[in-house]
């Protein structure tokens, strides 16, 4: 039984290695992924940084994250070449579907409790634009936002 879930993979490559052996490794990963029917949903180059701890004798290396949608299969073989590579000094493969789930399932609960919320209180279920934060003019007086309210001085 092979379902699809969504990784995310973080690699660290040594100072050393070039920018095209950076592409080489991430063409790599890639023609893994099609191999096993996989998709690379989406890649990010966090460019070079510098280390937490320094690893084997590198004080920093170049960050890549990968967003890869496939099977566990897909994902041991990446493991296992990953581990093998020497221009790789870090790699980590987590399963973020279903933090991705259980995110999605907080913010529809948070809606509907707002929601049940302002009906109670006579308002429409959605906040208007005025009312959301951040979306007031900072330009209209000395009020400070206290529409309607006296300020005694």
Same mark, same amino acid.
Do not use: C
């Given at each position: +039984?092979? &379902? =699809?879930?969504?990784?995310?993979?973080?690699?660290?490559?040594?100072?050393?290695?070039? #920018?095209?052996?950076?592409?080489?490794?991430?063409?790599?990963? #890639?023609?893994?992924?099609?191999?096993? =029917?996989?998709?690379?949903?989406? &890649?990010? =180059?966090?460019?070079?940084?510098?280390?937490?701890?320094?690893?084997?004798?590198?004080?920093?290396?170049?960050?890549? @994250?990968?967003?890869? $949608?496939?099977?566990?299969?897909? +994902?041991?073989?990446?493991? /296992?070449?990953?581990? @093998? &590579? !020497?221009?790789?000094?870090?790699?980590?493969?987590? %399963?973020?579907? #279903?933090?991705?789930?259980?995110?999605?399932?907080?913010?529809?609960?948070?809606?509907? &409790?707002?929601? /049940?919320?302002? $009906?109670? %209180?006579?308002? *429409? *279920?959605? *906040?208007?634009?005025?009312? /959301?934060?951040?979306?007031?003019? +900072?330009? !209209?007086? !000395? !009020? +400070?936002?206290?529409?309607?309210?006296?300020?005694? /001085?």
């Amino acid at each position: +039984m092979s &379902t =699809n879930r969504q990784y995310e993979l973080v690699y660290i490559v040594s100072p050393d290695a070039s #920018e095209q052996a950076i592409a080489e490794l991430h063409t790599q990963v #890639e023609q893994i992924i099609q191999r096993f =029917n996989g998709t690379l949903d989406k &890649t990010e =180059n966090w460019g070079r940084r510098k280390l937490a701890y320094e690893i084997g004798r590198a004080r920093e290396g170049t960050y890549v @994250v990968e967003t890869i $949608t496939g099977s566990g299969e897909l +994902m041991k073989e990446i493991d /296992r070449r990953l581990r @093998v &590579t !020497d221009s790789i000094i870090r790699h980590l493969i987590v %399963r973020i579907d #279903e933090a991705i789930r259980v995110a999605d399932r907080l913010r529809d609960q948070r809606k509907s &409790t707002q929601a /049940r919320r302002r $009906t109670a %209180r006579g308002l *429409p *279920p959605e *906040p208007q634009a005025s009312e /959301r934060r951040g979306d007031r003019d +900072m330009d !209209d007086g !000395d !009020d +400070m936002g206290l529409d309607g309210a006296e300020v005694q /001085r």
